[in-house]
């Protein structure tokens, strides 16, 4: 998710005493890390400044259960050169063979994940974690194409959805095909932004899914440079629609609102985080149409050689814990959660239920959110997008 203000702090390093055990397996099995003094816990974050809060309310809560404890939060900006950061952080200190290194628990997006499992730069913590059970869906396994099972927990799961003024729109699309029938028959009521922005470029790929059926052979792989070539096709039509351009995420969403237009592409956390403030007028509602829109998450990993593990696997744990989802992911920052949403929606208030619930259901998210494509047809579609 890439939204809000943007933060961008640089890495620091900081000294902790490093704790000393026999191991991960073990330390976990006899109930809780040894006790230490002053051991600070280093958690980098990529993604905006919304990001960075949540980890220091999380890590807050956190410390105050061991009083031996603290967390440092790091921001490493927003976008994929946020987590880019993280991963040239962490493969520095392994080219220079540095026993320990100072990130303890990372966040990160899916788009490095291929570059820090080429590199081994990550923990197999996932069999060992409190949470095991609740980590089910599709992408805590593949990560556009890339294989992440037991290295990787979901953080949160955003949605693109289709936004509509139900005032004006009364033929709602429930497919891609009535959608582009619906643009034809109301020129310049359709906005979205190209692939300038992640909406954007969302819908853009989800346009192509549907046009090429290669859902599976573009999200699972391998790369096969004949499937590009259907897209300038693909981009051709697509362009060809009657719709109006917007600037990007926020813009469409608030073009929207305006009444600009009376549909497009926006990501849900925004929707949400609209509804619940009251900035966003009652008539607008989403859903999302079949065969699907893609969905994206920040997941959380721990290094390979994080210099406070056991403490890393304790935070991740509690980060990922049903109960805190519930709180900081769903009720505080309008995200559907990374692991099980049944087992974290009964934790959730009505109202929070209601709010993330009341226009798509979790079968609508279960049978409909797609994953984003192989990282080389993510560049390559929208190189194809802005020749066409």
């Known amino acids: 998710m890439q939204k809000r203000l943007k933060l961008i702090v640089s890495v620091t390093i900081i000294s902790a005493l490093f704790l000393s055990t026999c191991g991960i397996q073990t330390a976990l099995s006899s109930g809780s890390p040894e006790s230490l003094e002053d051991v600070t816990l280093n958690v980098a974050t990529a993604g905006d400044v919304n990001m960075v809060e949540l980890q220091e309310a999380v890590g807050k809560e956190f410390s105050q259960k061991y009083s031996d404890l603290s967390i440092n939060v790091i921001g490493t900006g927003s976008g994929d050169l946020g987590s880019r950061e993280i991963f040239n952080k962490l493969k520095a200190q392994k080219d220079a063979k540095q026993k320990h290194w100072d990130i303890d628990v990372a966040v990160v997006n899916q788009s490095i994940m291929e570059d820090l499992m080429k590199e081994g730069l990550l923990e197999k913590y996932v069999?060992?974690?409190?949470?095991?059970?609740?980590?089910?869906?599709?992408?805590?396994?593949?990560?556009?194409?890339?294989?992440?099972?037991?290295?990787?927990?979901?953080?949160?799961?955003?949605?693109?959805?289709?936004?509509?003024?139900?005032?004006?729109?009364?033929?709602?699309?429930?497919?891609?095909?009535?959608?582009?029938?619906?643009?034809?028959?109301?020129?310049?009521?359709?906005?979205?932004?190209?692939?300038?922005?992640?909406?954007?470029?969302?819908?853009?790929?989800?346009?192509?899914?549907?046009?090429?059926?290669?859902?599976?052979?573009?999200?699972?792989?391998?790369?096969?440079?004949?499937?590009?070539?259907?897209?300038?096709?693909?981009?051709?039509?697509?362009?060809?629609?009657?719709?109006?351009?917007?600037?990007?995420?926020?813009?469409?969403?608030?073009?929207?609102?305006?009444?600009?237009?009376?549909?497009?592409?926006?990501?849900?956390?925004?929707?949400?985080?609209?509804?619940?403030?009251?900035?966003?007028?009652?008539?607008?509602?989403?859903?999302?149409?079949?065969?699907?829109?893609?969905?994206?998450?920040?997941?959380?990993?721990?290094?390979?050689?994080a210099k406070n593990k056991e403490w890393a696997v304790r935070y991740a744990d509690f980060l990922t814990s049903p109960e805190v989802q519930a709180r900081f992911i769903v009720e505080q920052n309008y995200l559907y959660p990374g692991i099980d949403a049944n087992v974290t929606m009964s934790k959730v208030s009505q109202e929070g239920k209601t709010l993330l619930f009341s226009d798509i259901t979790t079968e609508d998210l279960g049978r409909k959110s797609l994953s984003f494509p192989l990282q080389v047809y993510c560049d390559k579609l929208q190189i194809t997008y802005e020749k066409g």
């Open 127 to 305: 069999p060992i974690s409190d949470n095991k059970k609740y980590v089910i869906s599709a992408d805590s396994v593949n990560s556009l194409g890339v294989d992440v099972n037991d290295y990787v927990i979901p953080m949160y799961h955003n949605q693109l959805v289709l936004a509509y003024n139900s005032e004006q729109v009364k033929d709602i699309p429930y497919t891609f095909d009535q959608l582009e029938k619906w643009i034809q028959a109301h020129p310049r009521r359709f906005g979205y932004s190209g692939v300038s922005s992640t909406s954007g470029a969302a819908f853009v790929t989800a346009y192509t899914y549907w046009k090429s059926e290669d859902y599976i052979q573009l999200t699972e792989g391998p790369y096969d440079p004949k499937l590009v070539d259907k897209w300038p096709q693909i981009m051709k039509e697509l362009k060809a629609l009657p719709v109006t351009s917007t600037l990007g995420d926020n813009d469409t969403l608030n073009s929207l609102n305006r009444g600009e237009f009376d549909m497009g592409p926006v990501w849900s956390d925004m929707f949400l985080e609209s509804k619940a403030e009251g900035s966003l007028n009652s008539n607008i509602k989403m859903k999302v149409i079949a065969p699907g829109l893609p969905g994206q998450t920040m997941y959380v990993v721990i290094p390979k050689k």
